[in-house]
């Protein structure tokens, strides 16, 4: 096995990430062998004897054994993987249900009525998170610098939007790089701590900046904490229309429909089946583009 916490960089493109979550299976195998094995000597000692008294002192060694012993399972499920797991409506399934030899030394989730949740059921947003969490949990690192690329991945919105903070809580005054494309991702952060590279007419790569003057200081013209999403994709990835043609399109005929209804009103005529059916119109284009109407 390879000893992660002495070396100086790891880089999990090459090394497979299973190789660290190894360490925190192989724990939890121990862990539950051991309470399989003392659950047993209860068994035998509920078979041989009648003596409550003796089965009583069997099950408070168990009792004894759970309250002294370290649980990994639990370690895992309240320090790191039940914060982000119960945004998807799941947590990580603490109690012992032993029904084969795959039972033993896995990490399982349930949802939240007790109803275990198979891995390949798992979403890919899940399973991403896990995969990623429980390595830095498990290493703790201590003033490092952490490469993350495209965070965001197969995460809906909302999620996105405590991701950072998340993985920043697994470490100690650490520095995070990531890599993104998403616009909720980018409004985590404050201007100066965001480099946009972009090409130039010949291809090379330049930062664009924010700022004039020098940086890290209270002079920059783009912020995206303030912007909404729209905005941060147009100005920060410089996508010149966030719009398709289809929703123009609609946005035009929303404007027609609009003037045609204040003629008629105007005309008294809102209450002609023509007038009924242009508002019917009206209101169900509205809803489709997110507009509010009167």
């Given at each position: 096995m390879n000893d992660y916490t002495k070396k100086r960089t790891i880089d999990f493109s090459t090394e497979k990430a299973a190789d660290i979550w190894s360490i925190i299976l192989n724990k939890i195998q121990k862990y539950q062998e051991e309470e399989l094995k003392i659950r047993q000597q209860i068994s035998k000692v509920a078979e041989k004897s009648d003596n409550i008294q003796e089965i009583q002192r069997a099950v408070k060694e168990l009792e004894e054994w759970r309250q002294s012993a370290f649980n990994p399972v639990e370690d895992v499920a309240q320090n790191c993987l039940n914060d982000v797991l119960h945004h998807f409506g799941l947590r990580v399934k603490t109690a012992l249900d032993f029904q084969k030899k795959e039972d033993i030394g896995f990490l399982k989730i349930e949802d939240f009525e007790n109803n275990e949740v198979p891995n390949g059921l798992l979403s890919t947003g899940t399973k991403q998170v896990m995969l990623s969490a429980l390595p830095l949990y498990l290493l703790k690192p201590n003033k490092c610098q952490i490469l993350y690329d495209e965070p965001e991945r197969s995460l809906y919105p909302d999620l996105q939007r405590f991701i950072i903070d998340y993985y920043v809580s697994l470490?100690?005054?650490?520095?995070?790089?990531?890599?993104?494309h998403s616009p909720i991702i980018a409004s985590s952060f404050e201007p100066w701590e965001i480099v946009e590279l972009k090409f130039d007419e010949k291809w090379y790569v330049y930062r664009d900046k924010y700022y004039e003057g020098e940086n890290h200081v209270d002079n920059y013209f783009v912020d995206p904490r303030y912007l909404d999403y729209d905005l941060i994709l147009k100005k920060v990835f410089d996508l010149k229309d966030t719009s398709s043609d289809l929703r123009m399109e609609a946005l035009v005929e929303l404007s027609m429909l609009k003037n045609q209804l204040d003629t008629l009103k105007q005309e008294g005529k809102l209450q002609t089946e023509k007038a009924?059916?242009?508002?019917?119109?009206?209101?169900?284009?509205?809803?489709?583009?997110?507009?509010?109407?009167?």
């Open positions: 470490t100690t005054d650490s520095q995070f790089f990531f890599s993104t009924k059916a242009i508002l019917t119109r009206y209101k169900s284009l509205a809803q489709k583009l997110a507009w509010e109407t009167e």
